[in-house]
């Protein structure tokens, strides 16, 4: 009994300390959490954003700041934030390793505007090395907890939450290397790549996917906008249509379509091939570079918001990818 008392008084402890760093970036029907990591900088999963956009988030306890996007790197699905006043006491303090396997950590995510959500979990895996390294969880991901922190018993940051994707479900940078990834995006060190000007939203394969391409996937991507006088526009897509190859790539989640995206060559003709009404139509697209001045992503819309809700950039998570590419 006083062994399990001391598990509960502890982790309480950690909860505690872990909310009083947190922050949550609200959209119109959901939000996400962001970490500092020097008092300024915040980093959070984002899949569109413009530099230089002002915004307010909440700070601990709910209070209201002000912040800017600093840089966005859409490859990775990640945004750092610049806040309009340093708050030092939220930075954390980054653990020197990964943890062991099988650690138990607390989940610590600011979801929604009602505070703070914690965790109890296990480390299911880590490993890995330089870009490669990631973490996985043992519990099942709650809607809005991209960006979540994953703390050690120290109360030390071990990891940041990325957002799910189709075979990362749970998955989580390091410690160490989101801190880089922070330092990366806000000086402007990030991938550049094709830009299609397209958002879409996973969704269940409908029935008819499988007869006109002849297989079993059982998630798709559904064109949810298109950008005026894009590559996107200019090629024939158009809102409501289903994505299912691009540049010879067969898609099923956003992950995927990053992935064709980052491969592709702006300016170079990429063939496309989308479900339309139920007929499958072949396109072919001009991809032009981003234009990282201009806020052009090649972004995507996810529907993590905490507790199904979709917001509008900020993402429930994924990587990407982070598993990169991404």
């Known amino acids: 009994m006083d062994a399990f008392k001391a598990l509960s008084d502890s982790t309480a402890a950690l909860a505690a300390a872990a909310g009083a760093k947190l922050f949550h970036v609200p959209s119109p029907l959901g939000g996400r959490t962001a970490l500092g990591f020097d008092g300024k900088l915040l980093l959070v999963p984002a899949s569109e954003a413009s530099e230089g956009e002002s915004l307010e988030i909440l700070g601990p306890g709910g209070k209201k700041v002000d912040a800017k996007v600093k840089g966005f790197d859409p490859g990775l699905g990640l945004a750092v934030l610049e806040l309009g006043q340093a708050l ?63 703390v050690d018993p120290e109360g030390e940051l071990a990891g940041f939450v990325l957002a799910d994707r189709g075979g990362n479900r749970g998955w989580a940078l390091p410690a160490a290397r989101a801190r880089a990834l922070v330092a990366a995006i806000a000086s402007g060190q990030v991938s550049s790549g094709a830009w299609l000007g397209v958002s879409t939203v996973p969704i269940a394969a409908p029935p008819e996917y499988a007869a006109a391409f002849g297989d079993g996937r059982e998630s798709a991507l559904l064109v949810a906008g298109v950008e005026a006088d894009s590559p996107a526009a200019k090629a024939g897509i158009a809102v409501g249509d289903i994505l299912a190859f691009l540049g010879g790539r067969s898609l099923s989640d956003p992950s995927e379509l990053m992935a064709a995206l980052e491969a592709a060559r702006p300016g170079v003709e990429l063939p496309i ?3 339309r009404s139920g007929e499958k139509k072949e396109l072919t697209a001009i991809p032009i570079a981003r234009d990282r001045g201009e806020g052009r992503q090649s972004g995507y819309r996810r529907q993590h918001g905490h507790h199904g809700h979709h917001g509008p950039w900020w993402m429930g998570g994924g990587r990407c990818g982070w598993a990169p590419g991404r």
């Open 88 to 150: 030092p006491e939220t930075s954390w303090k980054t653990a020197p390793g990964l943890p062991a396997l099988g650690s138990l950590v607390l989940v610590a995510a600011y979801p929604s505007p009602e505070g703070p959500e914690v965790r109890l979990d296990s480390l299911r895996f880590a490993g890995g090395e330089g870009d490669d390294a990631y973490l996985q969880t043992d519990g099942s991901p709650f809607p809005g907890f991209a960006g979540a922190a994953i």
């Open 273 to 275: 091939v989308v479900l």
